[in-house]
């Protein structure tokens, strides 16, 4: 039978597919070729990821070449069963909303997680065999009309009730989510899905013994999550999941059901509604009501998305702050200016120079959890006398190597150490056995920069001098080994750099600076969550000091050691002192490169790929 011209203009319309898989895949080569091929012949555009576990694509393109691709999806034993979401759509809004959501180009890769459950690489994720049962939305919307009466064959007697809990970030939350009366409802208020599982941890006691039911967008997340919860054991058992997530919901309740507002999606649409599609949120500068993301505004920050309406926009610019990092006290105030690649925190006299090697605002491409996401940003602290420039110099073709994907920043330790300078010592005569020095001229002081100490030594009087003064003794190569005072006072000064600067993913130190980080990290036993929050650390040519905050148990952070070998040329830092201080840290999440050079971070192969293998890991 002939189709009709409106059928065929229909076919012709532009669309939007999104589906996934949790499938063992025997060769992704083969699944890699066969998207490569079909996606292109097909014009098809957005992102296919995928992994030894399944696949997590959204594309866009004509209607009837998106019913051709899912054919040819389906034809796979693979995807049996598999619930394709295919939705007619206008084009993309403009080049900008297009780019961001991925929509320009094709882009394929192989991941490790089709979604990425914790922020912490080490942290096994949970069987995907164990994730929640599936209910329908029709059996969802029961649940929530029952007010937590589940089908009496699933529900256990000796729960104490139902709980909702939305498993999508906090600004997907807050244009829609459920509401339902006499159900609790818990909203982790998370800033991207990777902070999910310490959230769970967190608030476990609001989960165990109950009946959880989770959703998201279309159901992706929820099959991580809700393994995870269960993996806690006995209290965990009776997770629940809406199959197909809110985009299944809407389609089944037209007019919104129990989902109020517009559900956010990953794509050019940015946003689908209900017939009762009504405004629940509002614009973050001046509250008038608001859900439009099209404009892409984006914390000053931490690049989240956030709310800023139309008559806003058009006055001055200002810096928006999301509410998450309001909540950690970063305000305008606190933002510094930035001039030729200088930092200067005017609000704060203790801070000193910060340097980075990339504008605030770069972003990479999205995340395989269909997440925009800004470059791996890390925080360096330099060694003893040394300072942040000549650290930024020092590490210059490490920051070459790593731009495409890492953003380092560098600050000034808090102590200000006089100038010194070691005059020449000759060998003495007859029986002295103390040597002698002659007096030299030091080098001149305008021609000098400032050095600085993370940790300094007891009788430090914390005063910086104009002229140089001259060592009393040769250089022990091992003295700031020796030094342990200031730290209260550099941890103190890292809370203001978290809060003007951040948020870091991640902390590397050199020699001295990595004898503060593993201190940090071993006294806020690794997080110090709000104030200080970072992912990793990375811990060049360090040595362990005699603090009280390092006898304690092993370290568990994920972290990096470079230092050098046995028969390496770093005379400053002894190969044992690197070990030691890396023996402090969890061998399950821990990683050694030991190199052949001196005093320095190596940047040839292999080390920088080994380098490379670890950051991205946090990816």
């Known amino acids: 039978m002939a189709k009709t011209h409106a059928e065929e203009q229909d076919r012709q319309q532009y669309g939007v597919l999104l589906y996934y898989k949790y499938t063992e895949i025997p060769d992704l080569n083969d699944l890699v070729a066969f998207y490569e091929c079909n996606c292109n012949s097909l014009g098809l555009l957005g992102r296919v990821r995928l992994s030894p576990q399944g696949v997590n694509v959204t594309v866009g393109g004509k209607l009837s070449l998106l019913e051709k691709h899912i054919a040819a999806v389906m034809s796979n034993i693979l995807f049996e069963g598999t619930d394709f979401k295919l939705a007619t ?47 329908s939305a029709v059996d969802f919307h029961s649940a929530l009309q029952s007010a937590g009466k589940l089908l009496e064959k699933e529900s256990p007697a000796d729960t104490e009730g139902l709980v909702l809990l939305d498993a999508r970030n906090l600004y997907e939350t807050r244009i829609g989510k459920f509401h339902a009366p006499n159900v609790e409802t818990l909203d982790p208020g998370i800033r991207q899905y990777s902070d999910l599982s310490s959230w769970i941890d967190d608030n476990s006691e609001q989960l165990k013994g109950k009946c959880v039911l989770m959703y998201c967008t279309g159901g992706i997340r929820c099959e991580m999550a809700s393994a995870y919860i269960r993996s806690k054991g006995a209290g965990f058992e009776h997770v629940f999941q809406l199959f197909g997530g809110i985009q299944r919901y809407l389609e089944q309740f037209p007019d919104g059901g129990f989902f109020k507002g517009k559900n956010f999606v990953f794509d050019h649409r940015i946003s689908v509604g209900s017939s009762d599609a009504s405004v629940i949120s509002t614009c973050l500068l001046c509250g008038s009501a608001f859900d439009d993301y099209s ?10 998305l956030v709310l800023v309406c139309g008559s806003c926009r058009q006055k001055e610019k200002p810096l928006y702050v999301c509410e998450l990092c309001q909540k950690h006290g970063k305000g305008v105030g606190s933002v510094p200016s930035i001039e030729n690649g200088e930092t200067q925190a005017g609000s704060s006299e203790e801070l000193k ?8 605002s770069r972003q990479v491409p999205w995340s395989h959890d269909n997440q925009p996401r800004r470059k791996i940003k890390i925080l360096c602290l330099h060694g003893f006398r040394q300072n942040a420039s000549s650290f930024k110099g020092r590490t210059a073709s490490l920051a070459k190597k790593l731009k495409t994907f890492v953003e380092l920043v560098f600050v000034d330790a808090p102590h200000e150490l006089p100038y010194i300078y070691q005059p020449c010592f000759t060998e003495s005569h007859g029986d002295c056995t103390s040597p002698s020095f002659e007096r030299t001229q030091p080098p001149p002081s305008e021609n000098c920069k400032k050095k600085y100490g993370w940790l300094v030594a007891p009788d430090f009087n914390g005063r910086s001098e104009a002229d140089w003064k001259i060592a009393d003794c040769p250089f022990d190569p091992l003295q700031y080994q020796q030094q ?25 130190g050199f020699s001295q600076g990595a004898a503060m980080v593993a201190a940090l990290v071993s006294a806020q036993k690794g997080r110090l969550t709000g104030e200080m929050d970072f992912r990793f650390v990375i811990l060049c040519s360090g040595f362990a000091l005699k603090l009280p905050e390092l006898e304690c148990k092993q370290i568990n952070c994920p972290s990096l050691h470079i230092f050098g070998s046995d028969h390496g040329k770093d005379r400053q830092i002894a190969n044992q002192a690197s070990r030691d201080l890396a023996s402090l840290f969890d061998d399950g999440c821990r990683v050694i490169i030991e190199h052949d050079c001196g005093h320095i971070i190596p940047t040839r192969s292999p080390y920088i790929d080994e380098i490379r293998n670890f950051l991205q890991r946090f990816l």
């Open 295 to 304: 404009s892409r505004c984006r914390c000053t920050h931490c690049r989240m």
């Open 353 to 360: 120079t910060v340097f980075s090697d990339t504008e605030l």
């Open 484 to 508: 342990t005072d200031g730290f209260e006072a550099s941890l103190a000064y890292l809370k203001t750099v978290f809060s003007q600067e951040g948020p870091f993913d991640g902390i590397l």
């Open 89 to 135: 759509c206008d084009h993309p809004l403009n080049d900008k909303v297009a780019k961001e959501c991925g929509f320009t180009s094709l882009s394929i890769r192989v991941v490790k997680d089709l979604v990425t459950l914790s922020s912490q690489p080490m942290l096994k994720s949970p069987e995907i065999s164990n994730a929640g049962t599936h209910l």
